[in-house]
């Protein structure tokens, strides 16, 4: 079945470590997406990918960086400078970054202690 | 960029009422709405959607209609069950990037 995977579900880290999340798909989807979820504020744009090679900031990128070597692969790691990196993370896909509708992942629970 | 209000953040009806949550958006070139439907420990997924050129649409128990002129769109579900509840999202995407901006979702809860 064609879909997005994000590993792990769940991840504990200690302060000061910087933390990768991983995110597949195998849709052929040109554009791929990091969002932040916390309670009552919706979903907040990290980066995102609209072509191979290529990803521009969101509105919250700071503390955040991504690559974009393979299609269908697009991690994000979140660094030490993220002041406050305890959330619900998304990632989403889509055929084209225009009209088209975003295809999430089941999303990856990071704690940071 | 395009800013995208949701209301209301929390709706609670019982089983076989219509519930209505509504949406405005800022961005008058925006074309795209999508809405997403997220139960608890999932992602979102996407449950209906409209493009600017039409009104309204309908899928089963589930409609959306569209006002461009007063920059507003809203999810009508009726004959609604317990298995409606879940986190909704709108979103709007902007015409200058078309990158969706989201709501701050609906939390929808429908007592048996």
């Known amino acids: 079945d064609g879909g997005i995977t994000q590993s792990p579900k769940y991840l504990f880290r200690k302060e000061g470590q910087n933390v990768t999340l991983s995110c597949e798909q195998n849709?052929?989807?040109?554009?791929m997406y990091w969002y932040r979820q916390d309670p009552g504020q919706g979903l907040r744009l990290i980066y995102y990918?609209?072509?191979?090679?290529?990803?521009q900031k969101g509105d919250i990128a700071e503390g955040y960086s991504v690559s974009r070597e393979k299609k269908e692969s697009f991690p994000l790691t979140v660094t030490s400078a993220q002041k406050n990196p305890t959330a619900f993370y998304l990632c989403?896909?889509?055929?084209?970054?225009?009209?088209?509708?975003?295809?999430f992942g089941n999303g990856t629970r990071l704690t940071v202690t | 960029g395009e800013n995208v209000e949701q209301h209301p953040s929390t709706l609670s009806v019982q089983e076989g009422d219509s519930a209505v949550i509504k949406c405005t958006y800022s961005?008058?070139?925006?074309?795209?709405f999508p809405w997403y439907k997220q139960e608890l420990g999932k992602g979102p997924q996407l449950i209906i959607d409209?493009?600017?050129?039409?009104g309204e649409k309908k899928d089963q128990r589930i409609a959306v209609t569209l006002n461009k002129t007063a920059k507003h769109f809203s999810l009508h579900i009726t004959e609604t069950q317990p298995e409606d509840s879940a986190v909704y999202f709108c979103?709007?995407?902007?015409?200058?990037?078309?990158?969706?901006?989201f709501g701050r979702g609906t939390s929808l809860i429908v007592h048996p």
């Open positions: 849709l052929n989807h040109d554009a």
């Open positions: 961005d008058s070139a925006s074309n795209y």
């Open positions: 989403a896909s889509s055929p084209r970054p225009v009209d088209s509708p975003l295809h």
């Open positions: 990918s609209q072509i191979v090679n290529d990803f």
């Open positions: 409209i493009r600017s050129n039409v």
């Open positions: 979103a709007g995407a902007s015409g200058g990037s078309y990158i969706p901006t």
